[in-house]
């Protein structure tokens, strides 16, 4: 690793190679990290991690799943019920009988056994179409759930994205730092030097001092805030990702998205807005199934029986001892409602209003959404110009330290100036930093509610 005290003192202080010294420093500090980094982790490879381990989406996938298993099966709302019974009943009876001739018939232990068996098949011919709207409605809720699959999905990579970013942005906001530690440690060199030569103060060189370890306090704040934003990304990716790991060094974006692009259709691509449409046609398909209440049902009927009875005695002469029964029937029965106390009225509109609620708030939804557009949008713009604005101010900011700094090196300005440089410097860091940040924010924002985040 690089000493940054003889960095500075193998260097002639004039102000053009001040300035490159300050300059080299942010440079060189990337090259480092980088060098160091065995494990890089790119914003692509957190993405990739967390689709296949996060547990929202593996959630809704799982939802999803049962929605898939009802859809594979919804035909069978157009088959016949068959049911098959079978039994057998063992008796062993005591029987007594007197007649009016005196006479008595009771012998013991009367055994008989009775078997029997059915098939019975039921069959739905005709219901008011329900079950040609139950078959739908099951395939529109399949296809809801594939809609929240990808709303998840797509949360999760705009989360992910501004979390990975958000380490980028505090990466770049620690160098920085270290960048200011740097000119403090120089300062505090200087002050020492020139109060060693009776042409400074004491309590100049304790305010550097004072001053760097604010600035080292600074960074040990920072790497605990770095580490904490790791392990949320961690969390987001099912704990899935290495335990050390680096993040690249540059916040890239988008500069070219246009308005008109993203807003047009996009209430064929929002996943909001799709996941409220689809839930509108679901409750209509609910009220046609309420409407077919109102229609007679028709089935077709038909059984098959078989029954054998064995007696060992009888008491009765005409008694048989064996009896078989078998045969076979078939029939239609129609179920007419007429009375049911207004259920499927009270369905119906219950119903009905439920469908004017999801229509009115999809309306309210969509009014929002395109209203949050237009001002991501605006953010966006403003961000773009903001960061070519701190992009100049950057380079203004660090000459002027370098030259501060050479002043105080001669002597012909306080520590107070330098100090106010410093501050500068650092607050354009910030803004810099912070337009970065905030640009590729306000770009993913824009892709999410479009829906193209993923494809």
């Known amino acids: 690793m690089f000493d940054l005290k003889k960095l500075f003192n193998k260097h002639i202080y004039s102000k053009m190679k001040v300035y490159q010294i300050i300059s080299t420093i942010f440079v060189l ?45 919804a035909s069978g709302a157009f088959l ?55 078959k739908e409605k099951i395939e529109e809720i399949w296809k809801l759930g594939e809609l929240r699959i990808k709303d998840e999905v797509v949360n999760t990579v705009a989360e992910v994205t501004a979390i990975y970013y958000n380490i980028v942005r505090q990466k770049q906001q620690l160098k920085a730092i270290e960048e200011q ?17 009776g042409l400074g103060s004491k309590p100049e060189l304790l305010q550097a001092k004072v001053d760097l370890n604010a600035q080292k306090a600074n960074q040990l704040q920072q790497q605990t805030l770095i580490s904490q934003l790791k392990e949320q990304l961690n969390q987001l990716a099912g704990m899935q990702l290495q335990e050390v790991f680096e993040v690249v060094d540059e916040i890239p974006f988008n500069p070219d998205l246009q308005l008109g692009n993203i807003a047009d259709n996009i209430s064929n691509s929002n996943p909001s807005l799709l996941l409220a449409e689809k839930n509108i046609g679901i409750a209509q398909l609910t009220l046609e199934e309420y409407e077919a209440d109102r229609y007679p049902t028709v089935s077709f009927n038909s059984a098959y029986n078989f029954s054998k009875n064995n007696n060992k005695t009888v008491v009765n002469p005409f008694q048989p001892l ?20 207004k259920i499927v009225r009270r369905n119906m509109a219950q119903s009905t209003l439920n469908i004017e609620f999801l229509k009115l708030s999809y309306a309210d939804q969509h009014a929002a959404i395109s209203a949050d557009l237009r001002n991501v949008f ?31 090196r001669q002597g012909v300005s306080t520590y107070l100036e330098l100090r106010e440089a410093q501050k500068s410097l650092e607050d354009a860091y910030n803004r810099l930093i912070a337009a970065r940040y905030n640009t590729k924010i306000a770009e993913t924002e824009l892709l999410r509610m479009r829906g193209d985040l993923v494809n």
């Open 181 to 197: 530690m740097a000119i403090s440690e120089e300062r505090v060199k200087v002050a020492d030097r020139k109060l060693s030569t």
């Open 80 to 134: 016949p019920r068959l049911n098959a019974t079978i039994g057998n009943t063992w008796n062993n009876n005591n029987q007594k009988q007197e007649f009016s001739d005196g006479t008595e018939r009771g012998p013991n232990n009367v055994r008989s056994s009775n078997f029997a068996a059915s098939l019975n098949l039921n069959w739905t011919l005709f219901d008011g179409m329900k079950m040609f709207t139950t």
């Open 29 to 73: 500090f990337s090259i480092s990290t980088n060098t160091f980094s065995q494990n890089l982790l790119t914003h692509q490879d957190a993405i990739a991690t967390a689709l296949n381990h996060n547990y929202g989406i593996l959630l809704s996938k799982n939802d999803s799943v049962a929605g898939a298993i009802d859809r594979t099966f």
């Open 378 to 408: 605006r953010d966006y713009e403003y961000q773009k110009l903001a960061l070519q604005l701190e992009e100049e101010n950057i380079e203004l900011a660090k000459e002027n330290v370098a030259i501060a700094l050479e002043r105080f």
């Open 322 to 341: 064996n009896s078989r029964n078998n045969g076979f029937n078939f029939g239609l029965t129609a179920n007419v409602p007429i009375l049911n106390n």
